[in-house]
């Protein structure tokens, strides 16, 4: 590798870009072509990974936050020899099925740590992967221990949640956490003056990071750069000075070098200035031998890492597979939450909602270690710290509660990093308000099958007094909207039980449950050896005879569906109660299941104390909604649904105009 110059290797990197962009006439060449140097530094000399092996659990991360650069990392991966990012990969680039799609993605490329792309979520979610490594590292020993470096862009330092997470960080000392800034001051509309003048480097040091400038094309000052954020005991940002589009002639240092394809001229011009005489993704044979033997570097740590974690006892090793390596659930939450429903029933909880996900969480940490807790600021409302439970601090990573501050999205940003690292189920708490400024972080995390649990407290107007403001009415409708983002609004302590134990067992997606801040009577009232939420939907109590009418509903509104029941057959009306904890759930099952639960009753009425958005599926546009049409109002929950309309009353006045119809 000696005998390959830094820069001949950097300009294998540029090189593939470019050919890649041009080719898909599509893409981003500046970044790579500007952050070449500083990625062949990184990788050559210091990242600890094995090309033979890309999953192995002490690697150090690499972060592409600045995810419209793809082409640097799949140009990484493929140079480096991962079996994955072959040739005809780079060639494919952007296209339909290909392993290189125009973000980085962790579905579609395993090798890819996390799906980047929409500005500074990978800065965020890099807080959760580096948080991952202490938290294990204070449980497992030396068997873990590796850095999370993160190549970022101005962009990524723009957007709010950058100072989510670099406030975190900073606070929690996450002193492997590296971030090399590809510092090239331009942006889409032109140099970066139009619209920041923000010293970086000061605003990370006010954050509590190590922070400071080198030249982003002097390798010799790259790696010292990297050797001294190594010794610091706290996080720290490298800005590298670079020029976008590195190279090219007439566009490096412009806008023009961002976001589109250098054409045929400029390619060839850039290549001529970069010494580099091959055609289209043709890279030499010594460059590329140097690249794989870069690949290969690891391959002893590995080997050292493997004899050490073979000397663990075996419970800990065991435990170590079963969480980061196979990443399985413990078998034993079934039963527990099988033992919970029982005890529940015997003795019926008239408690909110989020209280009764206390108690399941109670019940679940001592068997299932790898639950991590946190809430944004909100414990005591969300009632996400169980007894048993220590605090993560700075000096302590023993703990598995995580204080967040008011950090909505950093926090569900850095539950994805968490989770993807391996080792943890994460779960942090918000009222379902402010799903609105996690969104983003959960939106990645629907996207990339990320298996977190968000625990959304006061999920309706049955919150009461603090009004409008904090009382969610269209949230569910857009929660339920989005694709592989489980929503549970179970009705009482069971049912909270049942959808806990969903949560934790997918782990293919995110999960949101939405719990009530007001008390809920226990609908509940038998056992149940299987979890009747499983399918979103069941019939908790039949019509006596044949059924006229099916009243749906979620949530605190189980109740007054229980109510109407009561009330439609005093008045000679047989209607029965299909509680709907998952309404996305429901609505996913197979045909023959999906009907079998709405049943055939000719009027069905559907009663939920939020937007309409979404049940048309179940009820058909001319059943029967009691919910809310606007915002809500500044009150006690009980004037409040009487004011609204959300009653007994109004749900059995649904159904009997409809029969009558």
Known sequence: MAQVDHSRMANAIRALAMDAVEKAKSGHPGLPMGAADVATVLWSQFLKFDAADPHW?????????????????????YLTGNEELTLDQIKNFRQLDSKTPGHPENCITSSVETTTGPLGQGIASSVGTALAERLLQAEFGDIVDHYTYVLCSDGDLMEGVSHEAIALAGHLKLSKLIFLYDDNGISIDGPLSLTDNVDQVARFQAHGWNSFRIDGHDHKA??????????????????????????????????KAHGEPLGAEELAGAKKALGWDYGPFEIPDDVLGAWRNVGKQGASARADWLARFDALPADKREDFKRRVIDRKRPAAIADTIRTLKDKLVAEPQTIATRKASELALEALTPVVPELLLGSADLTPSNNTRVKQAKDVTPDDFSGRYIHYGIREMGMAAAMNGLALHGGFA???????????????????????HVPVVYIM????????????????????????????????????AVETAECWQLALENTKGPTVLALSRQNLAQVRTATSEANLCATGGYELIPAPGTAQVSIFATGSEVEIAVAAQKLLEVQGVAARVVSVPSLDLLLAQDDATRAAIIGDAPVKVAVEAAVRFGWDAVIGPDGGFVGMTGFGASAPAKDLYKHFGITAEAVADAAKRRLAA
């Open 457 to 492: 407290t006061h999920d309706s107007i049955g919150l009461g007094e603090d009004g409008p403001t904090h009382q969610p009415v269209e949230h569910l409708a857009a929660l339920r909207a989005m694709p592989n983002m489980r929503v549970f609004r179970p009705a009482d």
């Open 57 to 77: 659990p002490d690697r150090d991360r690499f972060i592409l936050s600045a995810g419209h650069g793809s082409m640097l990392l799949y140009a990484l991966l």
């Open 222 to 255: 790259i790696a010292d750069a990297i050797r001294k954020a190594q010794a610091s005991d706290r996080p720290t940002m490298i800005a590298c000075k670079t020029t976008i589009g590195f190279g090219a002639p007439h566009k490096a240092g412009t806008s």
């Open 426 to 448: 994460p779960a942090g708490g918000t009222f379902l308000c402010f799903t609105d400024y996690a969104r983003p972080s959960m939106r990645v995390a629907a996207l990339s």
